[in-house]
T-cell receptor, first 114, second 114 residues
Framework: KQEVTQIPAALSVPEGENLVLNCSFTDSAIYNLQWFRQDPGKGLTSLLL?????REQTSGRLNASLDKSSGRSTLYIAASQPGDSATYLCAVAGKTSGNTPLVFGKGTRLSVIA | SAVISQKPSRDICQRGTSLTIQCQVD?????MFWYRQQPGQSLTLIAT?????????ESGFVIDKFPISRPNLTFSTLTVSNMSPEDSSIYLC???????????FGSGTQLSVL
């Protein structure tokens, strides 16, 4: 059974710092991995999706990497801003996309202090 | 990207009553999913709702407690029946966009049961 772990559970950084969020999963037979952002009282927003054949994806100040063999992914946020404060969740899809539910980590709660 | 309208956004309910949550998508989608997020926990899939067939429930969730309707390709409802305080959670609907395999979420329903 796939298990997803995110470390740290919470992180507080001053504005402008670069930071890395970590995600690990127990079964390397994944189809893809997604990073989401969740704001209080709101749903989830998809940030980046990495297919199992890819090593990284970039969107603006965000870069996500995937090392399937070691069961790890990182989300790198450059030049953090107070607006980045949110909970970041990673989720992995099993071998058959759409037919296997995403397994989510518990998230990392990020606070960026102005 | 798919836009999902979910309502109600929050509700406070009495023990023993039922609440129906609605999700409307701005485009036709084959697969819709219902998740639960208990306080401090990750998202857990309740069921997959496909139009024209009965919903598929995950282990630990049953149709009598969480009946789901999927009358067409843009709409679904989840009912939380005979509620108890343990049902207090955020409930989220989501859809899988076939073009990019990303999962899009509604804004969630914050349910509190007294």
């Amino acid at each position: 059974k796939q298990e997803v772990t995110q470390i740290p559970a919470a992180l507080s950084v001053p504005e402008g710092e670069n930071l890395v969020l970590n995600c690990s999963f127990t079964d390397s037979a994944i189809y893809n991995l997604q990073w989401f952002r969740q704001d209080p009282g709101k749903g989830l927003t998809s940030l980046l999706l990495i297919q199992s054949s890819q090593r990284e994806q970039t969107s603006g100040r965000l870069n996500a990497s995937l090392d399937k063999s070691s069961g790890r992914s990182t989300l790198y946020i450059a030049a953090s801003q107070p607006g980045d404060s949110a909970t970041y969740l990673c989720a992995v899809a099993g071998k058959t996309s759409g037919n296997t539910p995403l397994v989510f980590g518990k998230g990392t709660r990020l606070s960026v202090i102005a | 990207s798919a836009v999902i309208s979910q309502k109600p956004s929050r509700d406070i309910c009495q023990r023993g009553t039922s609440l129906t949550i609605q999700c409307q998508v701005d485009s036709q989608v084959t697969m819709m999913f219902w998740y639960r997020q208990q306080p401090g926990q990750s998202l857990t899939l309740i069921a997959t709702a496909n139009q024209g067939s009965e919903a598929t429930y995950e282990s630990g969730f049953v149709i009598d407690k969480f009946p789901i309707s999927r009358p067409n390709l843009t709409f679904s409802t989840l009912t939380v029946s005979n509620m108890s305080p343990e049902d207090s959670s955020i409930y989220l609907c989501s859809v899988l966009q076939a073009t990019n395999e990303k999962l899009f979420f509604g804004s969630g329903t914050q349910l509190s049961v007294l």
